[in-house]
């Protein structure tokens, strides 16, 4: 059974930074693309960023493009986004999701919990 | 960027009724990179259909999908009671992967 366990969410300031991480387990990670969706309170949910499966091809919303850094080690069946430079808008549940197959151009087909991030002084 | 737009914000209705969910796109979107998710408070949001009609794993029957082009259905032919919920449609086939606004399907 897929199961995937978000963490790291907390309170920081505006500017600070935040690594949120997803434990996977169920299926073997390093054949699936995983990625990040966010929901800001009262809003939908967000695209963030996704990675594929070996890692080495990641793409991000222009909205966290050179602040925010999705990473995944493979030996550890984890996923990782490093948060920088942190905004006010950027205060949302955070979910990791498992994409189908190997590349993201494909659909989510289980997704964490989600984890809170507040970003306020 | 494709937008998707759905209708309506919000459906009331009774249980045992059916729903009809609209999610229409800015421009034609490949049926293949078409999903539908359900969101409940505090729960994971759960894949409901991909590819425009396809159910997901352990997905009753009660629900479809269908489409073309820019207009694309959810369709809920029973509501149960779990089934109260924000639905979203997401195309997956270009970058950004974007999502619609929700649905929220409330007890009447």
């Known amino acids: 059974e897929v199961h995937l366990v978000d963490s790291g969410g907390g309170l920081v300031q505006p500017g600070g930074s935040l690594r949120l991480s997803c434990a996977a387990s169920g299926f073997t990670f390093s054949n699936y693309a995983m990625g990040w969706v966010r929901q800001a309170p009262g809003k939908g949910l967000e695209w963030v960023s996704g990675i594929n499966g070996g890692g080495g091809s990641t793409f991000s919303a222009n909205s966290v493009k050179g602040r925010f850094t999705i990473f995944r080690d493979n030996s550890k069946n984890t996923l990782s986004l490093q948060m920088n430079s942190l905004r006010a808008e950027d205060a949302a549940i955070y979910y990791c999701?498992?994409?189908?197959?190997?590349?993201?151009?494909?659909?989510?087909?289980?997704w964490g919990q989600g984890t809170l991030v507040t970003v306020s002084s | 960027e494709i937008v998707l737009t759905q209708s309506p914000g919000t459906l009331s209705l009774s249980p045992g009724e059916g729903a009809t969910l609209s999610c229409r796109a800015s421009q034609s979107v490949s049926s293949s990179y078409l999903g539908w998710y359900r969101l409940k408070p505090g729960q994971a949001p759960r894949l409901l259909i991909y590819g425009a009609s396809s159910r997901a794993t352990g997905i009753p029957d009660r629900f479809s999908g269908s489409g073309s082009g820019t207009d694309f259905t959810l369709t809920i032919s029973r509501l149960e009671p779990e089934d109260f919920a924000v639905y979203y449609c997401q195309h997956y086939g270009s970058s950004p992967f974007t999502f619609g606004g929700g649905t929220k399907v409330e007890i009447k």
């Open positions: 999701a498992k994409y189908s197959n190997s590349d993201y151009y494909t659909y989510f087909d289980y």
